[in-house]
Structure formats: structure tokens, C-alpha cells
């Protein structure tokens, strides 16, 4: 079991920036794949982000590429998203995700385990 709890959201202007962390509670976090992903009313969750165990791999959402970045930092079993540029269509509740398996993968049913998500609002 691995438990997960986002921080960070908030609301914030367009053009803003937000950094979200999310903290994993197994010590063995630096194995396992991690994610973003996130949910707007009325629309399905899609990926916003992976990372590999190392990180030196990640992948990205075609809408955040160039203003968002995922991190982790396995001596600390975080994960972040630093999100630069902020846009109105980028609010969402953002979830972070372990994938047990390998690689940075873009999928929902490659994760494991989730958390409870965090909000991020972005208005003027």
C-alpha cells in the first residue's frame, strides 16, 4: 500500500505560477513510476505528467509542454509539478499517482495507487 497527499494548489491569475508536491509514504518510493494528472468539471482525467524512478525520463501532456515540469526527489519521496504560465483551461483538481511498473507511463491503468487530489484554480 502507498499512501499519496498532494499540496500546493490554490488559485492564482492567469500567467501565474503554482508548484504541487506530493508526498509518498512506502520507502521503496524510488522504484516505482509516478504521475499528474488532473480532472476539470464535466471532463474525463487525463495525464499531465510522468516520471520515471530515476528521473531521467518524463513525459508531458502536449498542453503543458514548455510550462510544466515534474521532479522528484527520492530521498525525500516527493514528486513535484512546477507549473509555469499558467492558463483558465489548466484548472483542474490535480492528482498524483504511483505506477508500480517501470517507465514513465501515460496511462491510468498503469497506476497503481492515487491520492485524494489537489485544486487548482485559475481566474482572473
Known amino acids: 500500500q502507498v499512501q499519496l497527499v498532494e499540496s500546493g494548489g490554490g488559485l492564482v491569475q492567469p500567467g501565474e505560477s503554482l508548484r504541487l508536491s506530493c508526498a509518498a509514504s512506502?520507502?521503496?518510493?524510488?522504484?516505482?513510476?509516478m504521475g499528474w494528472f488532473r480532472q476539470a468539471p464535466g471532463k474525463e482525467r487525463e495525464v499531465v505528467a510522468a516520471?520515471?524512478?530515476?528521473?531521467?525520463?518524463?513525459s508531458y501532456a502536449d498542453s503543458v509542454k514548455g510550462r510544466f515540469t515534474i521532479t522528484r526527489d527520492n530521498a525525500q519521496n516527493m514528486v513535484n509539478l512546477q507549473m509555469n504560465g499558467l492558463k483558465p483551461e489548466d484548472a483542474a483538481v490535480y492528482y498524483c499517482a504511483v505506477a508500480l511498473g517501470g517507465g514513465a507511463p501515460v496511462g491510468q491503468s498503469e497506476y497503481d495507487y492515487w491520492g485524494q487530489g489537489t485544486q487548482v484554480t485559475v481566474s482572473s
Open positions: 512506502r520507502r521503496t518510493f524510488s522504484t516505482y513510476a
Open positions: 516520471i520515471n524512478w530515476s528521473g531521467g525520463r518524463t
